[in-house]
Every structure is written in C-alpha cells, then in structure tokens.
C-alpha cells in the first residue's frame, strides 16, 4: 500500500521515518507492506532528517494513482479541506491530524467520505488512542461525561505556576524559548486548540454538530497568583479543561480554566502530558494519559489509523459521528451551564463595599459557599469567594452590575469550579 504524505514537518517527518524504522512489525501488523512513497513540502530547499521522496506538487500525488492512502499533516483549515476532499472524490483513503479541519469541516467530510476511510486519530490528544476508545472500546455505553486535559502548552505552564509560583508573563516566555508555545500564542493559551478537539469528541460522543463559535472557549490568561493560592487553600488545582457533560437532552461543550479538586485522578496530569477521563454509563470511569504532542507520539497515531485501514481495506465505512444521534441530543446554550464559581474582586477596602457584592449577588440568585479577603496595600484588597452551585447567565449579569455599581476597582475575574 502506497502512502502519499502532504505535509513533512514536525508529523509528517515521523510518519515517514517511523514506516521505514518500524518496517518490520508494521508490515507484520498491517498484512501488506506499507511504502511511504512520497511526500509534499512547500520548501524543498529545506534541510530535513528523511529519506522519504520530496515534491511540492500536491496535485501529481493527489492524481497518482498508485497512491492508496493520502495523509495530511500540513496544519490549516481551507487548504487541506480542497485536498482532503479531492483525495475523497478521487477514492483515495485519508488519514489526518488536523484538529481545526475536523472543528469545522468534519461532517461535510465524513459525507463525502462515504464507504472510504477517513481516520484522525492524532487530532486529539495526540499519541492518546482516545477516539478509538470512544468509538471501539466504550461503545457498549452512553457517555456521561468527558474531561480532558488536551493543550500541553497551558498545562505546562499552569504546573509551572502552581508548583513553582512562576508568574503567567514569565512562564508564557520560557515556553516559547522551549518551543512549546508558539510565537503568537493565542490559540493555545486562548483555550482554541483544546476547543478544537472537543467538538471532535463532542460529535463522536454526542453527534453535537457544533463549531468553535457555538461554545464556550475562555483561556488562561487571567489566571493571577491570588487565585492559585485561594484554590491552594481548599485543595483545587487550577487546569484548562475541555468538558462535554450529557444533562438529560442537552450537551455542554465548553473549554475554560477551572478548579478541581486535586483528589481527582485529571488532576494528577501535569506538565506537557494529555489526559482524557471519560464516564459511560457502564463502564464508570476510565482515564487515559499520554503525550498529546510531538512528532514521534502523534506520529504513532497516524501510523495506528495507516495500519488499520491496511487491515480494514478500501470499502469499511469510516466509524465516528454518528454512533450517539439515537438520543437526539442538542448543546446547551453558554447561558444555561450550571456550576460553581470562583470570583476574584478588586475593591476599594472600605465600609460598604463587600454589603453591595453580596446584595447584587443574592439578588441574582447566587450564594456564596467560602470567602476570603486578602489586602493588596493601603486602599485595596481582593475579595475572592467561591459561590454554590449557579446558573452562568445569573454570574454573567451579577459580575456586569457589580462593575456597573463601581463596587470594583478592576474588571472582576470568574473561574468555574468543577467538583
Ligand atoms: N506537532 C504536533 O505535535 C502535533 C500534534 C497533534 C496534531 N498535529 C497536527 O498535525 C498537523 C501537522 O503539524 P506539524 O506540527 O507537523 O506542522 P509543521 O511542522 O508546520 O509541518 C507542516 C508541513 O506542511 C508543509 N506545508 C505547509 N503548507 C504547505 C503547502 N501549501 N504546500 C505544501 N506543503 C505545505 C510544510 O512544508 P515546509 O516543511 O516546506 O515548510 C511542512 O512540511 C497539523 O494539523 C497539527 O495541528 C500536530
């Protein structure tokens, strides 16, 4: 079987390198002999560790004929989607790693797929095998619930800053001295990327056939000492956790920092590590941890879906998004998400003020479970509470009015608290 890979980068490399290191156990696994036979850059003056063949024609390996099976690990959205798609019309097998394809093209995909494989192990998690176990392992369940710890850049740096008290600007720099956040850092520390892969195991899960735009994406950029040490203080860790719960009809969706208690297995994942926990109905809960990134991990998972459609053939019907669509399930409006709530205020420190939070708070509709206040100098102090469990549009409104009464000296700040 011959392999056509667009894109011979970070994944791509591996990919390439890996099918001919491991030759031996993957032909043995896959019953036919695999070939890396090609590979697309855009760059061929580019140095690079392969000994695969380079092109930077896409079209000649999209309209090779000897080509079975196209993987696509050039990142990006629009222009793998034309490839991708021309591959599928051509009946070429695909195999990718692109999140943010599937985040916004995937059922348009998985149409045109049909009876052809198309596999995306690697776009979630990365070395994880979490989409196989959400479609072959767990499917004798409904799934409860999902929590996932599924951006290496901002656990890193949240470990960083809660073992080692390395502020948000210090260790945002560090990471990109390391290579693990990029120059411009925003999708991954804005929350995009774990948002991403949620809307993938939210459609294999739920068949939730929703686009970053339909859900709640907030990242870590907030996050202040005074936080981790309130969190600290009533046994929490603070991670940027993807979260697709099933309440009755409805299905949350939402990616955002959060405290959780640091009993829980999830938040024992630390570092650049992923973990996933998933609950069925059944099965209870299983955990699943592992290296979310890398070229050689993620390459593993694209080699895993390479092996299996070898085994499966032309012809298998690609499994995913509609294994759950029984239930007629739709996603909860941001609005209707009920939790509990961390709330940091800045305040003048004087009479009156905390009276004003709490009355704007009890009118709407919010108790306040602990509270703490700590000053910041003379005139000011951060007053941070934890509230019981609240309805998202009420804690919206409270914080917009608390602002709006002058009761604060800074724009308030709001955690959710997952217990
Ligand atoms: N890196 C990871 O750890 C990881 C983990 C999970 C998923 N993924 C996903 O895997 C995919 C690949 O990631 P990566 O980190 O390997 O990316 P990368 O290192 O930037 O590699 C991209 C490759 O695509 C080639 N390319 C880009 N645009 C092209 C074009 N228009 N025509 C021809 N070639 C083009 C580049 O060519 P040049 O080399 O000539 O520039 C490069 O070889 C992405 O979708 C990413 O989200 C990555």
């Known amino acids: 079987m011959k392999v056509g890979i667009i894109g011979v980068g970070t994944v791509g490399a591996s990919v390439a390198n890996i099918l001919r290191d491991n030759k031996d156990i993957i032909t043995e696994r896959s019953g036919c002999e695999i070939e890396p036979a090609i590979g697309v850059v855009s760059n061929l003056n580019k140095k690079r560790d392969v000994t695969i063949e380079l092109t930077d024609d896409i079209d000649a390996v999209l309209n090779d004929d000897s080509i079975d099976i196209i993987v696509e690990l050039m990142g990006g959205i629009e222009k793998p989607y034309e490839i991708v798609k021309k591959a599928l019309v051509k009946g070429k097998a695909v195999v990718t790693a692109n999140k943010a394809l599937l985040a916004y093209h995937r059922y348009e995909l998985q149409d045109l797929a049909g009876d052809t494989p198309f596999e995306y192990e690697a776009a979630v998690a990365g070395g994880i095998p979490i989409i196989n176990a959400l479609r072959d392992g767990l499917t004798a369940n409904h799934i409860q619930s999902i929590r996932g710890i599924m951006n290496g850049t901002c656990n890193y740096m949240l470990t960083k800053m809660i073992n080692e008290g390395v502020d948000y600007d210090t260790i945002l720099s560090e990471s990109q001295e390391l290579g693990y956040a990029e120059a411009d850092p925003t999708f991954d520390v804005g929350g995009f990327d774990a948002a991403h892969k949620l809307l993938i195991l939210g459609s294999i899960a739920y068949d939730i ?4 735009e339909d859900i709640l994406i907030e990242g870590i950029q907030d996050i202040a000492p005074e936080d981790i040490d ?4 009533f046994n929490y860790t603070i991670k940027l956790l993807t979260i697709a719960k099933k309440i009755d009809k409805k299905v949350e969706l939402r990616v955002h920092p959060a405290f959780i208690s640091k009993d829980e297995m999830i938040a024992k994942v630390d570092g650049v590590m992923n973990g996933v926990s998933v609950i069925g109905d059944k099965v209870g809960e299983t955990m699943y941890y592992g290296a979310g990134a890398g070229g050689d991990a993620t390459a593993s998972a694209v080699i895993a879906n390479i092996v299996d459609i070898a085994r ?8 995913g998004f509609e294994l759950d669509n029984s239930e007629d399930l739709t996603l909860m409006s941001k609005d209707e998400i009920q939790t509990k709530y961390y709330l940091r ?6 009479a009156g003020v905390l009276a004003k939070i709490a009355t704007i708070l009890g009118e709407q509709n919010i108790s306040i479970e602990k509270m703490i206040q700590k000053p910041l100098n003379k005139t000011c102090a951060n007053l941070l509470l934890a509230t ?6 009420d804690v919206v409104d409270a914080l917009k ?4 009464a002058g009761a604060v000296t800074a ?8 217990d």
């Open 411 to 418: 724009k308030p700040v709001m955690i959710r608290i997952e």
């Open 230 to 233: 309130f969190a600290n203080e």
């Open 388 to 393: 019981h469990t609240s309805l998202e549009k």
């Open 401 to 404: 009015k608390i602002e709006q």
């Open 345 to 350: 205020f800045r305040v003048e420190d004087k």
């Open 312 to 319: 499966r053939g032309k012809g298998s019907p690609m499994l």
């Open 209 to 212: 056939d929703a686009k970053p």
